[in-house]
T-cell receptor, first 112, second 115 residues
């Protein structure tokens, strides 16, 4: 699977949009971009994923650049409960079996 | 929809002892995964099952770790004998199917401490 690069940590004010960047410059055409988050003492929680097009669900929006080399996860109105580690993962046939390969993620801290 | 269930939630054992973890995936999910998460790191895949067959166990330390998924539903992960470096959270995840367009759903894990 292609490698991803994320900032180690970010802060965001409560009520503002949180924009989490991810670089995946070696992504292949058939690899998906996944976002998960992990709140302390819980298992990872699926947020959203996409291949080429931007995606939106009840939790977040995923913006993938046209060249697919980077993406941004947007939490539109961050709350204190959004404080977590956010993982950007690229998953596709190049990596063999379809289990996810996690990096260290971005620790997002929502400030009151 | 009930989530992925894991037990026990916590386990403390001494090194060289054995331990087993249990996972019940979401109903109907054919694919099941075990991950190990060491403190401060992201989860690392140990083994993947499709129904009751192993798809990938390339990162499972087979000299001490074993896993099974009898009848293609529940799964157990065993460590025998445990080492200090096995202290970690063991996460189970399931997915309705194989393939890269199918999100994983995780349980809350079993936190193992080896003393």
């Amino acid at each position: 699977d292609a490698k991803t690069t994320q900032p180690t940590s970010m802060d965001c004010a409560e009520g503002r949009a949180a924009n989490l960047p991810c670089n995946h410059s070696t992504i292949s055409g058939n690899e998906y971009v996944y976002w998960y988050r992990q709140i302390h003492s819980q298992g990872p929680q699926y947020i959203i994923h996409g291949l080429k097009n931007n995606e939106t669900n009840e939790m977040a929006s995923l913006i993938i650049t046209e060249d697919r080399k980077s993406s941004t996860l947007i939490l539109p109105h961050a709350t204190l409960r959004d404080t977590a580690v956010y993982y950007c993962i690229v998953s596709g046939p190049g990596g063999g079996a379809d289990g996810l390969t996690f990096g260290k993620g971005t620790h997002l801290i929502i400030q009151p | 929809e009930a989530g992925v269930a894991q037990s026990p939630r916590y386990k403390i054992i001494e090194k060289r002892q054995s331990v087993a973890f249990w996972c019940n995936p979401i109903s109907g999910h054919a694919t099941l995964y075990w991950y190990q998460q060491i403190l401060g790191q992201g989860p690392k895949l140990l083994i993947q099952f499709q129904n009751n067959g192993v798809v990938d166990d390339s990162q499972l330390p087979k000299d001490r770790f074993s896993a099974e998924r009898l009848k293609g539903v529940d799964s157990t992960l065993k460590i025998q004998p445990a080492k200090l470096e096995d202290s970690a959270v063991y996460l189970c995840a399931s997915s309705p199917r194989t393939g890269y367009n199918s999100p994983l759903h995780f349980g809350n894990g079993t936190r193992l401490t080896v003393t």
